[in-house]
């Protein structure tokens, strides 16, 4: 009698390979969606410590905000986006926003982000 074989045929590694191909994609979108929020929490952040912009109105902090989300390649967000209170003269900065990331067909997956200057 043969010993039966054991081991993986050449369409199951065919299957895994797709399967993981499949996840590192999705898992790239969802990393971009997510290194774009640091950024704009860094940009936001740097603006609220930003001394020069203390004193400065709400469009010219959103004006500030269009120039180095232009620098970063921000483009999750807009100026108009960008809400701006104060406390003791201190400006503080935050946005909301939603990423929506097709996963297949009509199916999507959406990601919210909420940023802020407050230091964590």
């Not at 940009?43 to 970063?72: K, P, T």
Request: aromatic share 4%.
């Amino acid at each position: 009698m043969k010993a039966k074989e054991r081991g993986v045929s050449c369409l199951g590694c065919l299957v895994a390979t797709v399967i993981v191909v499949a996840l590192a994609l999705g898992g790239l979108r969802v990393i971009k969606a997510y290194m774009q929020n640091a950024e704009i929490t860094h940009v936001l952040q740097a603006m609220a410590e930003d001394a020069e912009l203390q004193s400065a109105s709400e469009n010219d902090i959103r004006i500030a905000f269009a120039r180095r989300a232009s620098v970063a390649e921000i483009n999750a967000i807009q100026p108009d986006d960008v809400q701006v209170s104060r406390s003791s003269g201190v400006i503080s900065l935050s946005a909301e926003y939603s990423v929506s990331i097709p996963v297949a067909g009509n199916i999507s997956m959406v990601l919210n982000f909420n940023p802020h200057s407050a230091q964590r």
